[in-house]
């Protein structure tokens, strides 16, 4: 059976993504990030594209690994300026009845009480269709301007992360029953204060003693989405993340990473493919071979090394301004993205080792990921390949100008595809979740979050702490 390929778009809100430099290029609009229309257009396309969702990258700090300071992330507008993702997800909302939006934020950086608010919000008001990308951060910038020295040890990052998820999923889960909005009228009730549930967590980090602010939204806890390859991470991943975003250099890399991924999952006793894996791509493409190739090219002479080296260096938490150029990175300890330090420690898909000078290069134009070029025919061969190659269960496509490398996807390679029964006819209608999985809104009985809910499949929340309002949860 032809396997199905699964699209999300990958943006973020500032200028040149993952190609640094490309914002020179006359057909690049990504300096109109700023305004409300850049991002509905982008909506509207991808929908007519039929992608699963728009995954939204962000940061809190800047990228001054590379040399020690922030001048060149500043100079090449290396995700600096950058505004919030969150605020621009109910516009796009209101023009689409499909598209997901899979939105990053840190769990380093925000208290989970007002964040699990303002999620519940988007999800009530996007119809379920919100999505969470968990990250722990790899900047330390970032934890500076948060008043800390340093950001926290790689691990117990994800330590903590797995505490602000528990804050989350007992809001979110085992806070309001499905019936506690009973508007009823005549008695004078609009909630019916015996079916919300205090959550009592005290943990080492948190204390949250109270009730969720928002009743159940379609989804009650949004997709899962989670970016980490590390063995803590993808510990992490395999008992929350429901969509897991991949970046790999070349193709035995991601066929590792996502093998690593499935065993995982199934250690944690979920299915193989209870999270849908996404791996970092772009996409250059054209009616021709030769058309696609000559764009790739035109491309490439806008994309910028220094700018490449100013993201791996963040990613790879190493200063990359104090090697040669013609050295390999070596063996390093890094505290920020170790699966990327990884990526570039193994040898490429022609058996070559990686020099600073190709790292560089190849993060100029779509990160740490793969550049697919050519016509649309040819583009979809590379991508079912890869996918029968590596499991991978689809691409999280990065631009090189946008909104045109999107258009130009829209309209050479999702029809190939769809007319290979490799892509949908149609939009599954509903929620994100049920779009993903076909199995309903709410999360499934095996996962983390279900073990939170006040009854029923999954929970192992005891019924006599149901029954009381101010209920402390058990958390075991
Ligand atoms: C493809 C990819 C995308 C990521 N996107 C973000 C992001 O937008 N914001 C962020 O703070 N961290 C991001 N991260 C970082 C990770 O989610 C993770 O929290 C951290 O870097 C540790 O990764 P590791 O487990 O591979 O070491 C991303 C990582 C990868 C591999």
New binding site residues.
């Given amino acids: 059976m032809t396997r199905r390929i699964r699209f999300n778009a990958f943006d973020m809100n500032c200028v040149a993504h993952q190609s640094p430099g490309l914002w020179r290029h006359p057909e690049d609009q990504s300096h109109r990030y700023k305004e409300l229309s850049y991002w509905t257009e982008l909506a509207a396309l991808l929908e007519k594209g039929r992608f699963d969702g728009l995954f939204i990258?962000?940061?809190l700090g800047t990228y001054d690994v590379y040399g020690g300071t922030d001048v060149a992330a500043l100079r090449q507008g290396a995700q600096i300026p950058v505004a919030d993702p969150l605020l621009l997800v109910s516009a796009m909302a209101a023009v689409t009845r499909h598209l997901g939006f899979g939105i990053?934020t840190?769990t380093g950086f925000e208290h989970p009480y007002p964040f699990a608010r303002r999620l519940s919000t988007l999800d009530h008001l996007t119809g379920g269709r919100v999505g969470w990308?968990v990250?722990?951060?790899?900047l330390p910038s970032a934890a500076r301007n948060f008043g800390a020295d340093d950001q926290l040890d790689?691990d117990d990052r994800y330590d903590q992360a797995d505490e602000y998820l528990e804050v989350l999923y007992k809001l979110w889960e085992g806070s309001w029953e499905d019936d506690a909005v009973v508007r009823d009228a005549a008695a004078g009730v609009y909630v019916d204060p015996g079916k919300v549930h205090h959550i009592g967590h005290s943990g080492r980090h948190f204390t949250v003693p109270g009730i969720h602010l928002s009743e159940p939204s379609p989804q009650r806890t949004p997709v899962i989405y989670?970016?980490?390859?590390?063995p803590?991470?993808v510990r992490f991943a395999a008992e929350n993340a429901e969509a897991i975003?991949?970046?790999a250099p070349s193709k035995r890399v991601l066929a590792q990473t996502v093998s690593k991924i499935r065993d995982a999952l199934e250690a944690a006793g979920r299915d193989r493919y209870a999270a849908r894996v996404y791996a970092?791509s772009t996409i250059v493409t054209a009616e021709t071979d030769d058309a696609a190739r000559h764009k790739h090219e035109e491309y490439l002479s806008y994309a910028s090394i220094e700018g490449g080296l100013v993201f791996m260096s963040g990613w790879m938490g190493i200063d990359l301004s104090r090697y040669d150029l013609d050295d390999p990175i070596g063996q390093v300890e890094s505290n920020?993205?170790?699966?990327?330090v990884a990526a570039f420690q193994e040898f490429d898909d022609d058996g070559r080792e990686w020099t600073v000078r190709d790292i560089g290069r190849w993060a100029g134009i779509g990160g740490?990921g793969p550049v697919f070029v050519g016509s649309g025919e040819t583009v979809a061969d590379r991508l079912q390949e890869w996918v029968a190659d590596t499991d991978v269960d689809g691409f999280n496509l990065a631009y090189a100008v946008t909104p045109g490398t999107f258009e130009d996807i829209v309209r050479h390679v999702v029809p190939v595809l769809t007319e290979r029964g490799a892509y949908p006819q149609e939009y599954v209608p509903g929620t994100l979740r049920n779009a993903l999985f076909e199995a309903g809104d709410r999360l499934p009985p095996e996962h983390r979050g279900a073990r939170y809910r006040l009854r029923g499949p999954g929970s192992t929340v005891l019924p006599e702490e149901v029954a009381r309002p101010s209920a402390v949860l058990a958390d075991t």
């Fill in positions: 990258a962000d940061v990053t840190g990308n990250v722990t951060g790899y790689h989670q970016a980490g390859a590390s803590r991470g975003f991949v970046a970092l920020a993205i170790q699966s990327a740490i």
